[in-house]
């Protein structure tokens, strides 16, 4: 039996993306994590869930040991807008839904400025360094909300 180039092409196309973990549906933007918040438009005091998914971390290899939580401004800012630390979690690794992490809290009372907001999830998670020993490394993503204040 012999295959014509773009039928091979084809078929070592179809088996590369079968053996590779992002072709499961998973966005290169969702390696460390995939975020949401609800309710997005917000005023301090409100109450807010936060629910961060791992599922696509995870098939990039990449299982979070600790995971921060900040509202940013993330351009244009003065350097009078600092992050403002939500919530420091980690996951648990015997719950029913290991790659899920919700919680809920409240918007503080804090300074806000006439800004667009965002809330960052930091994902802190080992990699082996050239000796084989692991180091932390942190990536980020992001989800806007809109404050009223």
């Known amino acids: 039996m012999q295959l014509s180039f773009s039928t091979a092409i084809a078929t070592f196309v179809a088996v590369l993306a079968a053996a590779t973990p992002a072709a499961a549906g998973c966005a290169e933007a969702d390696r460390f994590g995939d975020i949401t918040v609800n ?6 005091g409100d109450t807010f869930t936060v629910t961060a998914n791992f599922t696509c971390a995870a098939q990039f290899d990449i299982f979070p040991q600790f995971t921060d939580y900040y509202i940013e401004v993330p351009v244009n800012n003065n350097g009078h807008e600092p992050p403002i630390l939500l919530a420091r979690r980690t996951l648990n690794a015997s719950s029913p839904t290991p790659l ?7 918007l503080p009372f804090a300074f806000y400025f ?6 960052v999830l930091d994902t802190t998670y080992p990699v082996n360094g050239t000796n084989g020993s692991p180091y932390l490394v942190v990536g980020s993503v992001e989800y806007p909300i809109n404050l009223v204040i």
């Open 100 to 106: 899920l992490d919700e919680f809920t809290t409240q």
């Open 114 to 119: 006439n800004a667009s907001y965002v809330v």
């Open 39 to 44: 309710p997005s438009t917000l005023s301090p």
